[in-house]
């Protein structure tokens, strides 16, 4: 056997990949056999590291050194370096790391972790890791000895609330699917979060998988079901897969199937795939998607405790509000309680996006309010840049300004203030950013998802997103704000589902508190956040270099110039799309 | 576009026997279960690529169903695509921080790289360019992605290289 004082690890993951990994890898062999050193370093590939941002990094072994941003080029100065000379190159070594989870770092002094607490802790596809956690110790407590009855009167003294947007206590749904005769009665779990900047259930999906599938066991108890469904969305191959080995090591464990830990309780859970639609988050939507059928709603009531799934009485919760479940059985609804405001109780989980330091998963109390989430969880905005509005609840969802700052964080403090919790989005916005704009976005967002059933959510919101678009490109009308405003309120009362009800949200907010933005898009054909595309220019100014870079860069070679000096961009051409404003390194490129 | 089971297009997977016994074995599999319909047409999708209209009529048939109802939910879900796709897939998150973080740009360019528009396949059968909803990689934003691999905070000037893997 060979005896290498050294291996070095690269790391080939996508990212990594993408920016040449693999040649550095063919690189440092190449070099490590000129320089004779090859029967003493080996190189390895490896799957992360954790900094590949950077891109093409690697890790030195024994002595732990991490390289990152390390080029083809790059290489033989670093071997001549570190493995001749042995000394560390301080060019490439990766700046000290706290944490290399991108999407869910170590917790704040402002988070309490519940929903998260084990993700990122314990092996999703290991059972035995879940169960050292106390993980189906809920189960056994509700299946040794508390009645269907007491189940349900626990989650209810716990206030616990669904945490998939409208916020129904959990307890009094499960009393009504309880008190249905038909049977059998099935237990849904939705995990279509199709909230676009959503992704908290995912990560509980792929991170703590049982604690999911032992509060939907626990439901399926109290309420008197059978079955079991997680209707998962498509664009989450990885939660479907863990998921699914889950399930079978509960199967396994006899936690799931026939006579449940002896107790004579028989439950099981199915995972169903989505296919691409919005909608089929809206709860009888889904259960139409998984009678196999198209997914559009149909009005309640019935509702589905009375009449859901194949007509039978179905239970449907979102995964965050399962995963509350365990907890709550086992520590005790005053526990629960004690966290969170007189209404809103526990902690919520919200996906962090936008303008801000720290981006990313975060679970907070419930309560607590919009500053202490973006300047301490969220460490403030970015490039010392001003706060302009947080939007929140997602598509159907508001945008609130700075001045709702110190609001606190529950179900109806955020409706009052004209927005939803929704299941979690939460997306940053600084002052570069046009409430018009974002308007639109959203709009765009459920005309496109809009199922057309009913005539008010098809016919209006394209209507809404023409008065929109125009508005932004620089043809907004005398009128149109009103126009908004009555679709807006027409929509709303008339729409069949959930999505139309609430899709003129985000117009309906930013109007109430933006509306001097409308304003001077419509009557002074300005963008005062210098976005729309429509009424903007962009144009270089002397500090430009010649440099060229931008007019390499152009997607429709709207700028010309010589090298070394000054460019211009031809206004006609241009389609404003601010490449060259983003690649130039001179500040020299601006928008009038 | 209904289609019947008579005029069947050479290529189409319903006529190419390897094929055709992989429909036959997901249909074996799954048409009992309830709601089979779904469960069909996701693994159609995810091993054949696609689910082309004789498949359709084909599925329709074996699960005793109507045709009608198979295209309804085929043209309902936007994952269901009834024709063959590029041998790469770039899909362009039009989510709100990728959105937000300069994804209408990087598009601009992408159609100018690839010489296709979005929606469509390219002329030499490499790449299908499709914008997508939010994949959940927001702190990476703006996010491409091609085929199954993940392309965080692109910038356009590393657009170019990053699409070289979608054209070969
Ligand atoms: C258009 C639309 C999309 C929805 N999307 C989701 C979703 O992605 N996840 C979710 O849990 N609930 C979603 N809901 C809410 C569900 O209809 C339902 O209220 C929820 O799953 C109930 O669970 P909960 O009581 O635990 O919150 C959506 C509703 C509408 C109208
Ligand atoms: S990149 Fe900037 S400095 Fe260089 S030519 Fe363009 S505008 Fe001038
Ligand atoms: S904004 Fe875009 S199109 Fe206009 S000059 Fe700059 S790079 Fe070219
Ligand atoms: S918005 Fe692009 S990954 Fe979420």
């Known amino acids: 056997m060979k005896y290498f004082r050294s291996h070095v690890l690269v790391c080939v993951d996508p990212e990594c990949l993408s920016k040449g990994a693999h040649d550095v890898l063919d690189a440092l062999n190449d070099e ?12 390895l590939e490896t799957s992360r590291i954790g900094g590949c941002t950077v ?19 790059d290489v033989p100065y670093l071997v001549e370096e570190h493995f001749l000379k042995g000394r560390v190159v301080k060019k490439f070594l990766a700046p000290p790391k706290t944490n290399t989870d991108e999407e869910l770092g170590a917790p704040t002094s402002k988070e309490v972790r519940v929903v998260l607490r084990n993700c990122g802790k314990i092996d999703p596809e290991n059972i035995d890791d879940y169960i050292a956690e106390d993980g189906y110790a809920a189960l056994e407590k509700v299946l040794g000895g508390m009645t269907p009855e007491q189940v349900i009167e626990e989650i209810l003294a716990s206030g616990l609330r669904g945490r998939g947007g409208a916020g129904f206590p959990t307890g009094r749904k499960w009393q009504f699917a309880r008190a249905s005769r038909a049977t059998p009665k099935y237990m849904i779990c939705n995990a279509d979060e199709g909230d676009p900047g959503a992704f908290m259930n995912r990560r509980v999906l792929e991170g703590d998988p049982h604690a999911v599938l032992e509060g939907m066991i626990i439901g399926g108890y109290a309420v008197g079901a059978s079955r079991g469904y997680i209707y998962c969305r498509a664009e989450y191959p990885v939660a479907v897969r863990t998921l699914r080995i889950a399930i079978d090591q509960a199967r396994a464990y006899g936690l799931l199937g026939e006579n449940i830990l002896g107790s004579g309780f028989s439950f099981d859970i199915e995972v169903r795939v989505g296919a691409g639609a919005f909608v089929c988050g809206e709860e009888t939507a889904l259960m139409a998607s998984i009678e196999g059928k198209r997914g559009e709603p149909r009005p309640r009531p019935p509702f589905p405790a009375v009449s859901g799934l194949w007509g039978k009485p179905s239970n449907i919760n979102n995964v965050e509000t399962y995963a509350n479940v365990p907890q709550i059985i086992l520590k005790g609804a005053q526990w629960f309680a004690s966290m969170g405001t007189e209404k809103s109780k526990g902690t919520k989980t919200f996906a962090l996006a936008g303008d801000v330091n720290r981006t990313g998963l975060i679970e907070v109390p419930l309560g607590i309010n919009l500053r202490e989430v973006i300047y301490d969880v969220a460490q403030g905005i970015k490039d ?55 308007a639109r976005f959203f709009m765009e967002f459920t005309q496109d998802e809009s199922c057309g059933k009913c005539t008010p959510c098809r016919v209006g919101t394209r209507r809404m997103l023409e008065i929109l678009q125009r508005i932004c490109a620089g043809e907004g009308r005398h009128g149109d704000i009103e126009m908004l405003e009555d679709l807006c309120k027409w929509i709303k009362i ?10 003129p949200n985000p117009v309906e907010s930013t109007l109430k508190h933006f509306r001097h933005e409308y304003e001077a898009h419509i009557y002074e054909k300005r963008c005062p956040a210098k976005v729309c595309k429509g009424l903007i220019r962009y144009e270089i100014v002397d500090a430009c270099t010649g440099c060229t870079v931008c007019a390499r860069n152009c997607p429709v070679n709207a700028i010309t110039g010589q090298r070394r000096q000054k460019h211009v961009i031809d206004p006609n051409v241009c389609i404003r799309c601010g490449i060259c404003e983003q690649v130039c390194n001179f500040n020299a490129i601006v928008i009038r | 576009m209904a289609q019947t089971l008579h005029d069947i297009p050479k290529n189409d997977p319903v006529a190419v026997p390897e094929q055709k016994a992989k429909i036959d074995r997901i249909l074996a599999e799954n048409k009992n279960l309830p709601g089979a319909v779904m469960v069909v047409l996701n693994e159609l999708q995810a091993q054949i690529g696609f689910v082309s209209p004789a498949m359709q009529a084909y599925v329709a048939q074996q699960m005793h169903v109507p045709l009608q109802q198979v295209h309804g939910v085929v043209s309902f879900y936007s994952f269901f695509t009834t024709m063959p796709r590029g041998k790469h897939t770039v899909k362009f998150c039009m989510g709100t921080a990728c959105y937000v973080g300069g994804m209408p740009q990087l598009i601009e360019k992408a159609k100018q790289v690839m010489n296709c528009d979005i929606g469509k396949t390219t002329a030499d059968g490499m790449a299908t360019l499709e914008v997508c909803r939010c994949v959940g990689a927001c702190s990476q934003a703006p996010v491409i992605v091609i085929d199954e691999e993940l392309h965080g905070r692109v910038r356009p000037n590393k657009l170019p290289q990053i699409l070289k893997k979608a054209q070969q």
């Open chain 1, 32 to 43: 490590l056999v000129a320089q004779g050193l090859i029967d003493e370093i080996q190189v």
């Open chain 1, 55 to 73: 891109g093409p990094e690697l890790m030195v072994y024994p002595e732990g050194v991490h390289y990152v941003g390390v080029s083809v080029d």
């Open chain 1, 384 to 438: 010392g840049k001003k706060l302009k509005a947080v939007q929140i609840g997602g598509p159907m969802g508001g945008c609130l300004p700075e001045a709702y700052i110190d609001r606190p964080i529950d179900y109806e403090s955020l409706a009052e203030a004209g927005t939803i919790m929704g299941s979690g989005g939460f997306v940053v916005m600084d002052e570069d950013t046009c409430m018009v704009d974002i």
């Open chain 1, 494 to 503: 008339t729409s069949l589902c959930g999505l139309g009800q609430g899709a």
